[in-house]
């Protein structure tokens, strides 16, 4: 079948990595694809969300069978549009979408149907906002509503963090549209776990939890990033917590999207805070994450074209997914300046470097005349599985560091915090 990839980063590599492997796939494309796809893939430079020229693509170059990954198309009603030309595609239509492109809708599901999450309140006027900071205190958490990068959400630590946070998103637009209105709301404390699951609207399949790390610098210091890493499975996530996650969170999720009208079918993303009371959601997304993807995918032991199918026709339930043993580990290479302002065109150097057993994923590179050069913020991500997790970080630090562009930066304690 031909199969066509939505996206251009480090998870959209994964995905593709994967579907290259199944005997399903015999013909892969890739819109707009980066560097590193562009050897698996034909990468078509095509904006992810330009979904008229998507469609279009899809039906001149009679694709078989779309992946929509990215969170834009998505929340843009990309499936809808290829499903409406008769083009089968993986991913939520934009009306369950809505669950990660805006937190007000996704938190007031929460609360309607008794999932457990942190208490809050949104706003769509700064100074009743500022004036809920005054009243709550610091720490506190501002996010803004809808789509940001992986950005737009703000730990603030006293009050007139938070206030300017809130400014920065309603007064001075950083976030555009998506800033407008915004959601401000406890700040829980734990330990964060990420588990994505397949779901056809009505069978919901846990993957191997994950654990990313968002923050810039060690020690989960400075601003939010997409991600500077990540680990599977998460060490704290026990079958017992895996048993009340389903009983208390991924299930009734379904079910109130099922009650409100709005089927999930693809993948959705559960960010959890495990807190002394129990786990709680901080976030929904709804595809897979960026670097948790390329983590749990090197893992799964299942052809992941036939779970995307299953997906799509509603099979989930007689599917059976397999997953190896054994931890998995993603450190991001990052442009220096990241999540601000960077440089690109770096040419980047020791690819062909890294040992056995370490596969380095493509998120913003570019291929030009046989060399790659930096094309983005995150720019690798340096991927190495083991028989336990210290093996799948050394081995994925070894790669590391036998790769080389002007002002690369790395967290250098991924799975360590």
Same mark, same amino acid.
């Given at each position: 079948?031909?199969?066509?990839?939505?996206?251009?980063?480090?998870?959209?590599? *994964?995905?593709?990595?994967?579907?290259?492997?199944?005997? @399903?796939?015999?013909?892969?494309?890739?819109?707009?694809?980066?560097?590193?796809?562009?050897?698996?893939?034909?990468?078509?430079?095509?904006?992810?969300? +330009?979904? @008229?020229?998507?469609?279009?693509?899809?039906?001149?170059?009679?694709?078989?069978?779309?992946?929509?990954?990215?969170?834009?198309?998505?929340?843009?009603?990309?499936?809808?549009?290829? $499903?409406?030309?008769?083009?089968? *595609?993986?991913?939520?239509?934009?009306?369950?979408?809505?669950?990660?492109?805006?937190?007000?809708?996704?938190?007031?599901?929460?609360?309607?149907?008794?999932?457990?999450?942190? +208490?809050?309140?949104?706003?769509?006027?700064?100074?009743?906002?500022?004036?809920?900071? =005054?009243?709550?205190?610091?720490?506190?958490?501002?996010?803004?509503?809808?789509?940001?990068?992986?950005?737009?959400?703000?730990?603030?630590?006293? $009050?007139?963090?938070?206030?300017?946070?809130?400014?920065?998103?309603? $007064?001075?637009?950083?976030?555009?549209?998506?800033?407008?209105?915004?959601?401000?709301?406890?700040?829980?404390?734990?330990?964060?776990?990420?588990?994505?699951?397949?779901?056809?609207?009505?069978?919901?399949?846990?993957?191997?939890?994950?654990?990313? @790390?968002?923050?810039?610098?060690?020690?989960?210091?400075?601003?939010?990033?997409?991600?500077?890493?990540?680990?599977?499975?998460?060490?704290?996530?026990?079958?017992?917590?895996?048993?009340?996650?389903?009983?208390?969170?991924?299930?009734?999720?379904?079910?109130?999207?099922?009650?409100?009208?709005?089927?999930?079918?693809?993948?959705?993303?559960?960010?959890?805070?495990?807190?002394?009371?129990?786990?709680?959601?901080?976030?929904?997304?709804? =595809?897979?994450?960026?670097?948790?993807?390329?983590?749990?995918?090197?893992?799964?032991?299942?052809?992941?074209?036939?779970?995307?199918?299953?997906?799509?026709?509603?099979?989930?339930?007689?599917?059976?997914?397999?997953?190896?043993?054994?931890?998995?580990?993603?450190?991001?290479?990052?442009?220096?300046?990241?999540?601000?302002?960077?440089?690109?065109?770096?040419?980047?150097?020791?690819?062909?470097?890294?040992?056995?057993?370490?596969?380095?994923?493509?998120?913003?590179?570019?291929?030009?005349?046989?060399?790659?050069?930096? &094309?983005?913020?995150?720019?690798?991500?340096?991927?190495?599985?083991?028989?336990?997790?210290?093996?799948?970080?050394?081995?994925?630090?070894?790669?590391?560091?036998?790769? &080389?562009?002007?002002?690369? @930066?790395? =967290?250098? +304690?991924?799975?360590?915090?």
């Amino acid at each position: 079948m031909k199969v066509l990839v939505i996206g251009g980063g480090g998870r959209e590599h *994964a995905i593709c990595r994967k579907l290259a492997q199944s005997p @399903h796939v015999t013909e892969l494309l890739c819109a707009p694809g980066n560097g590193g796809i562009s050897e698996i893939a034909e990468c078509v430079p095509i904006a992810a969300a +330009d979904i @008229h020229k998507i469609v279009e693509l899809a039906a001149s170059s009679a694709v078989d069978f779309v992946v929509v990954a990215p969170d834009d198309p998505l929340a843009l009603g990309l499936v809808d549009e290829l $499903e409406n030309a008769g083009i089968p *595609a993986f991913g939520p239509r934009k009306n369950a979408a809505i669950i990660e492109s805006s937190k007000i809708f996704s938190k007031n599901l929460m609360k309607k149907y008794g999932i457990p999450t942190a +208490d809050f309140q949104s706003f769509t006027e700064i100074a009743s906002a500022i004036a809920f900071i =005054r009243e709550k205190g610091a720490p506190i958490v501002v996010k803004a509503d809808g789509l940001a990068l992986g950005k737009g959400v703000v730990v603030a630590q006293t $009050e007139d963090e938070a206030i300017a946070a809130v400014r920065g998103m309603m $007064e001075d637009g950083r976030f555009g549209k998506a800033g407008a209105s915004v959601v401000i709301e406890e700040c829980l404390s734990g330990t964060e776990v990420t588990v994505l699951a397949f779901c056809d609207g009505k069978t919901v399949v846990p993957m191997v939890s994950s654990k990313d @790390h968002k923050r810039v610098f060690d020690g989960d210091r400075g601003p939010n990033t997409g991600g500077m890493g990540a680990i599977a499975p998460a060490p704290l996530y026990t079958p017992e917590l895996a048993r009340i996650c389903e009983e208390r969170i991924f299930k009734p999720t379904i079910d109130a999207l099922n009650s409100e009208g709005r089927p999930f079918s693809g993948v959705i993303y559960f960010g959890l805070m495990l807190t002394d009371k129990g786990p709680c959601v901080i976030e929904y997304n709804a =595809r897979f994450g960026d670097p948790e993807a390329q983590s749990v995918l090197e893992l799964l032991d299942t052809d992941l074209f036939e779970v995307f199918r299953a997906v799509r026709e509603g099979r989930l339930a007689e599917t059976p997914i397999k997953w190896k043993s054994g931890s998995a580990a993603c450190v991001v290479m990052a442009s220096g300046g990241y999540p601000g302002d960077y440089a690109k065109g770096k040419p980047i150097s020791g690819l062909s470097d890294v040992p056995d057993g370490v596969f380095v994923y493509h998120a913003g590179t570019k291929s030009e005349n046989g060399q790659y050069t930096t &094309n983005g913020g995150r720019v690798l991500g340096v991927t190495a599985t083991g028989a336990a997790l210290d093996d799948a970080l050394g081995l994925a630090y070894s790669g590391v560091k036998a790769i &080389n562009f002007e002002n690369a @930066h790395y =967290r250098r +304690d991924i799975g360590r915090t």
